[in-house]
């Protein structure tokens, strides 16, 4: 079974903080994703990466950055954390080949 | 951009009886995807119809897609407490983009 972990399920951070969620898939995926859940506004693309050192912005890309340097970790990064990035932050995976995505638990980033 | 817009938002039924829920979406697409998604945690790939098929069943689901009308429906049968979640449809468009774009999302809920 593929398997997604983010590396907290809960997070609090102070206003103008440097944030970074990280993502890490252990079946050797070139393509994953980061994206954000809102209350009434679904799932919202940020950031994907087709594959290492790769990336391409999403729908919401404002605010955020990206890192990729292995293939199986990918690294989202709020430079200046505010409190309109308070949100459920979900990471995919999938192979290019296949189209369904793999998930992670999900962060819950709340920012104060 | 939101593509898919499921219907309704929210359903409640009793175990025992089908769930119906729609989605429709604006563009071509190549293929529709359908995800669950537990309280808090991350999705779940359900099943995944291509624009050339019609319907697709998998244990109780099936899934059916009109591509003249730019929608599609998943019913679940013989509905289980455990089925209580949010199920979202996803779409993946036609010209190669990597970007699934996903629904708002039906929330399941259903009575033991």
């Known amino acids: 079974d593929v398997k997604v972990t983010q590396s907290s399920r809960y997070l609090v951070k102070r206003t103008g903080e440097k944030v970074f969620l990280e993502c890490v898939q252990d079946?050797?995926?070139?393509?994953m994703f980061w994206y954000r859940q809102d209350p009434g506004l679904g799932l919202r693309l940020i950031y994907f990466s087709y594959d290492v050192k790769m990336k391409e912005k999403g729908d919401i890309p404002e605010g955020y950055s990206v890192s990729r340097e292995k293939k199986e970790r990918f690294s989202l990064i709020l430079e200046s954390a505010s409190t309109n990035q308070t949100s459920m932050y979900l990471c995919?995976?999938?192979?290019?080949?296949?189209?369904?995505?793999?998930f992670g638990p999900g962060t819950r980033l709340t920012v104060t | 951009s939101q593509q898919g817009e499921e219907d309704p938002q929210a359903l409640s039924i009793q175990e025992g009886e089908n769930a119906t829920m729609n989605c429709s979406y604006k563009t071509s697409i190549n293929n529709l995807q359908w995800y669950r998604q537990n309280s808090g945690r991350g999705l779940v790939h359900l099943i995944l119809?291509?624009?050339?098929?019609r319907e697709k069943h998998s244990g109780r689901l099936r899934v059916t897609l009109d591509t003249s009308k730019k929608s599609s429906s998943l019913l679940i049968t013989a509905s289980r407490a455990a089925d209580t979640a949010s199920y979202f449809c996803a779409t993946h468009s036609q010209g190669g983009s990597e970007k699934l774009v996903f629904g708002k999302g039906t929330k399941l809920t259903v009575n033991p």
């Open positions: 995919a995976s999938r192979v290019p080949s296949r189209y369904e995505q793999y």
């Open positions: 119809i291509r624009s050339n098929e």
């Open positions: 079946m050797d995926h070139e393509n």
